[in-house]
């Protein structure tokens, strides 16, 4: 299973992006999927986390600002952002969690954020 992320870009304080998951399988089976972001300078923190059973988990930092999301028709996560901050400048990565498996990452996007 491998998992492409996409729609990083630059975009202006304010502005909003949609990243993409794609996942190789069905996510049908996946325990959890999740958003990571690591900015520079920065540890890798948690954006958010989506389980099989609907149940999602957001960053403190996030307050409203992002949402996940997936289509199971197109074995997609989704994280939609608005309201974009220059702090929200990242390197996005998602992951997928199977039961009594290790997590696989993708290879991340970038997100730029002009002040």
């Known amino acids: 299973v491998q998992l492409q992320a996409s729609g990083g870009g630059l975009v202006q304080a304010g502005g909003s992006l949609r990243l993409s998951c794609e996942v190789s399988?069905?996510?049908?089976?996946?325990?959890?999927m999740g958003w990571y972001r690591q900015g520079p300078g920065k540890q890798r923190e948690l954006v958010g986390t989506?389980?099989?059973?609907?149940?999602?988990i957001y960053g403190d930092f996030v307050k409203g600002r992002f949402t996940i999301s997936r289509d199971y028709a197109k074995n997609t996560m989704y994280l939609q952002m608005i309201n974009l901050k220059f702090d929200d400048t990242a390197v996005y990565y998602c992951?997928?969690?199977?039961?009594?498996?290790?997590?696989?990452w993708g290879q991340g996007t970038l997100v730029t954020v002009s002040s």
């Open positions: 399988g069905s996510i049908a089976s996946i325990n959890v």
């Open positions: 992951a997928a969690t199977y039961t009594a498996r290790p997590t696989i």
């Open positions: 989506l389980t099989s059973g609907g149940r999602i």
